[in-house]
T-cell receptor
Framework: DAGVIQSPRHEVTEMGQEVTLRCKPI?????LFWYRQTMMRGLELLIY????????DSGMPEDRFSAKMPNASFSTLKIQPSEPRDSAVYFC?????????????FGPGTRLTVL | AQKVTQAQTEISVVEKEDVTLDCVYE???????LFWYKQPPSGELVFLIR??????QNEISGRYSWNFQKSTSSFNFTITASQVVDSAVYFC??????????????FGTGTLLAVQP
């Protein structure tokens, strides 16, 4: 089975531009998570969805960040406008809904550089 | 509040040495889960193990073993006979399970393991 798929793997953009990161979770998984990894803050949860519905977006840093999950097999994380401090690796992860905590499987990440 | 502490920032060993990565956690809940993930130089996060708070049995998988001790709130990871391919950043993570609806992971800061040939 395919794991979590993320695209693009690398993104370089200029400050002020809109950036869209994409994620396809593992088929059958009901939870989808977006994380950000930076040297200063480590791995931090931005938002997660259950059955396509956002459950907790308290980790989204600013209104410039938005995330959607239009269907069970696709999610986007958008940054508009982007800023240099948004440079990081963004991970998407998915897990099954099992009534208790289940293992989150991560995608390969998108390395974002904002110049 | 939940917290995961990995006090070892970097460890360097020579191939075939055993190495233990420490993880200490804080939580007020009685039901929780602990995880270890590996992040090799290529950057992906690879799941290694999950342990729930009711299962204190140690686990061994090949050269990997995990020691869970609730009394000291620790979940340490040992690699026996380390190999160069074990070089990576290792993350310990904690998740609470109350309410059945939340499974947010709180990550430690990671330990960079360098295995020298």
């Amino acid at each position: 089975d395919a794991g979590v798929i993320q695209s693009p793997r690398h993104e370089v953009t200029e400050m002020g531009q809109e950036v869209t990161l994409r994620c396809k979770p593992i088929s059958g998984h009901d939870y989808l998570f977006w994380y950000r990894q930076t040297m200063m803050r480590g791995l931090e949860l931005l938002i997660y969805f259950n059955n396509n519905v956002p459950i907790d977006d308290s980790g989204m840093p600013e209104d410039r960040f938005s995330a959607k999950m239009p269907n069970a097999s696709f999610s986007t994380l958008k940054i508009q406008p982007s800023e240099p401090r948004d440079s990081a690796v963004y991970f998407c992860a998915s897990s099954l809904a099992s009534g208790k905590t289940d293992t989150q499987y991560f995608g390969p990440g998108t390395r974002l550089t904002v110049l | 509040a939940q917290k995961v502490t990995q006090a070892q920032t970097e460890i360097s060993v020579v191939e075939k040495e055993d190495v233990t990565l420490d993880c200490v956690y804080e939580t007020r809940d009685t039901t929780y889960y602990l995880f270890w993930y590996k992040q090799p130089p290529s950057g992906e996060l690879v799941f290694l193990i999950r342990r729930n708070s009711f299962d204190e049995q140690n686990e061994i998988s090949g050269r990997y073993s995990w020691n869970f001790q609730k009394s000291t709130s620790s979940f340490n990871f040992t690699i026996t006979a380390s190999q160069v391919v074990d070089s990576a950043v290792y993350f310990c993570a904690l998740s609470e399970a109350y309410g059945g609806a939340t499974n947010k992971l709180i990550f430690g800061t990671g330990t960079l393991l360098a295995v020298q040939p």
